[in-house]
């Protein structure tokens, strides 16, 4: 049975636009500010979402549908990795290495609307 989530707004890249700030003696690299905003609302939400704590068959397989508001180029990788790693962080997964996660299909399509992601989970 496919679980599915929808995670609302533009998802930026983790890895574009790192900021380097000094940690201490030696510089750090850190998300992006419109990643760090984005993240934010999106844990909050997903804290929320039925699926936290779902003891679930690892691997499971993850499809993800991005709607974006423009035709830019992107890189699927660097797009899923924030998904991902918020799912992880929420507890809806207990990690997103390759012995829980195996990427499912990736699709985009236009939508300056309403961007999101939609999420589907099969065990």
């Known amino acids: 049975m496919p679980y599915q989530l929808t995670i609302s707004g533009e998802t930026p890249s983790l890895k574009n636009s790192k900021q380097i700030v000094q940690a201490g003696r030696f510089p750090k690299l ?3 500010k419109a990643y760090k ?6 844990l909050r939400k997903l804290k929320r979402c039925e699926l936290v ?3 679930w068959h690892y691997p499971v397989i993850i499809d993800f549908h ?6 830019r180029r992107f890189d699927y990788v660097n797009l ?10 929420a507890g809806i997964l207990d ?8 990427p499912g299909q990736w699709a985009w399509d236009v939508d ?11 065990e």
Request: net charge neutral; hydrophobic share 35%.
């Open 30 to 32: 850190v998300p992006s």
């Open 66 to 71: 991005f709607y974006r508001t423009t035709r």
């Open 80 to 89: 899923c990795q924030g998904p991902l790693d918020l799912m992880v962080e």
């Open 37 to 42: 905003k984005w993240a934010k609302q999106v």
């Open 53 to 55: 704590g779902r003891p």
């Open 95 to 102: 990690d997103d290495d390759m012995t829980c996660v195996i």
């Open 112 to 122: 300056q609307a309403n961007p999101r992601v939609e999420v589907t989970i099969y």
